[in-house]
């Protein structure tokens, strides 16, 4: 498993300062760059509400770290207002995909969005569908399946995500695929039975026949951080494919609160009481269509593991700077299990 390292795992065992000023230096050109082509996005830009989402991403948010969690890829900009009756342009993203795999354009190692203008074929009869927008520019989704002669384009399975350090690129893509799957598994209405088809003034599908509208699904699911003093049980699934462990978590039932759910899961899967329930903050993880809503919780340690053999393969008790490998912080329970390896509890 990838853990992504810090600046300063950058330059550890490099003293030279020469060396900490060039890194720092590049990372300072790179951010001009994207604020640079989000200022002539704004320049461009008509849509007074998308200005602002814009003008914020440049001057108010923060610089990026090497440590962020997949979605929060500042300073670029990741905007889903719906945009009704926007037409696609050459220089407008298009979103393709395979399976799981996504169309990507790839020069030098760094990979890009395609746009329309890199395609050869002719593409003014496509069938696209509006998504978001990315720095200011539109992305389409393209749901014909056309011939790739182009030799810079190709697919890339969307577990690229967990290796790659363009996370903007990653997520814009995650984004797209939870989409792709709302507009498929909704081709139908569930009322009737009858074609749907995609609502012209809001994200949404709406039958024709008997005016059934709906809106892209999100599920709800707690994730918990169980400590007890220096110790925090982690727990490897029986549908990983990896060897690394995460946190418990489990999706919200019907007519429960997510404290309710946190402790029916922990009880659940591994079988323990758990008080002190604090909120740490939520993620939205498009693979999945959940929206992960993080807590940290304590339990004694001295409570006997019950498994849940059919979610979990193994759970344990692990002592702080002492830990097995575990997910990578790019996702939210990477990011509590290494808040508590650093001391920096909720």
Known sequence: ?????????????????????????????????????????LIKCKNNKLRISIFLSIFVQQNPTLQNMIHEIAPHHFNNDFQAGIKLSEEDYILLYEENAVLLKRSEGILELPRKKDFASNNDDWTCTFLFSFNG????????????????????DLGFFRSTKQNEIAWICMVGFHLLNWYRQNKFCGKCGSETRHKEDERATICPKCNHVVYPKISPAIIVAITCGDKILLARGTHYKGTWYSLVAGYADVGESLEETVRREVKEEVGLDVTNIRYYKSQPWPLSGSMMIGFFAEADDNQPLS???????EAAWFEKGNLPAYSSIVSIAGEMIDRFEKGQGV
């Open 1 to 41: 498993m990838l853990n992504f390292p810090s600046v300063s795992d950058f330059l550890s065992g490099s003293p030279d300062l020469h060396e900490r000023k060039t890194i720092a230096d590049i990372n300072r050109i790179n951010i001009f760059f994207i604020r640079l082509r989000l200022c002539k996005a």
């Open 137 to 156: 520019v539109p992305c389409f989704l393209l749901q014909d399946k056309i011939l790739i002669d182009e030799p810079n384009l190709g697919f890339e």
């Open 307 to 313: 498994i849940d053999k059919n979610e979990i393969a």
